[in-house]
T-cell receptor
């Protein structure tokens, strides 16, 4: 069974609009962490944001926020005020304590295109 | 600010050839790992290490060997390359105190 599911292979958004990239996860471990990474066309992996399973508030980092709905097991990334430079692949990933706490399991990714 | 350094960035091999992808980090991270990235499949864990002398298998270890003789280095060896190993390979590290993975720039391997 997929541990991390990203159901949107591709998304597009108009510049300056907000966009939500979906991520659902599957775990029975009460202690886990959720990450989002950005991969631009140049290929490097850029860390964006982290949410711990015990964090009471949704994580935010600048224009990025994580809409964490624990009961639904979803961890959607919200990008506000999209910029052309946001065009990239976005990966959701999970780390479980039981699985070896530093191993990340990745989703298949969502390709975001920002249009002017 | 070297971070995680991978070499080579590009490599073409013939089936059956062997090669080593090098990975070095200068952040004194205990944890190091290798992932492969294939279209539509995200990143999949090949092998990982939680310290010098300790390695373990990830999701897709077949066809790959690793060793960790120092904290800094974590080479990935392909003993007999196969076309199915054509992929982009990423090395990543982090501290065991938790935190995000720091990735190298990736190595694109093509096996003919």
């Amino acid at each position: 069974a997929q541990k991390i599911t990203q159901t949107q292979p591709g998304m597009f958004v108009q510049e300056k609009e907000a966009v939500t990239l979906d991520c659902t996860y599957d775990t029975s471990d009460p202690s886990y962490g959720l990450f989002w990474y950005k991969q631009p066309s140049s290929g490097e992996m850029i860390f964006l944001i982290y949410q711990g399973s015990y964090d009471q508030q949704n994580a935010t980092e600048g224009r990025y926020s994580l809409n964490f709905q624990k009961a639904r097991k979803s961890a959607n990334l919200v990008i506000s005020a999209s910029q052309l430079g946001d065009s990239a692949m976005y990966f959701c990933a999970m780390r479980e304590r039981a699985g070896g706490y530093n191993k990340l399991i990745f989703g298949a990714g969502t390709r975001l295109a920002v249009h002017p | 600010n070297a971070g995680v350094t991978q070499t080579p960035k590009f490599q073409v091999l013939k089936t059956g050839q062997s090669m080593t992808l090098q990975c070095a980090q200068d952040m004194n991270h205990e944890y190091m790992s290798w992932y492969r990235q294939d279209p539509g499949m995200g990143l999949r864990l090949i092998h990982y290490s939680v310290g010098a002398g300790i390695t373990d298998q990830g999701e897709v270890p077949n066809g790959y060997n690793v060793s960790r003789s120092t904290t800094e280095d974590f080479p990935l060896r392909l003993l007999s390359a196969a076309p199915s190993q054509t992929s982009v390979y990423f090395c990543a590290s982090t501290s065991l105190a938790a935190g995000e993975l720091f990735f190298g720039e990736g190595s694109r391997l093509t096996v003919l």
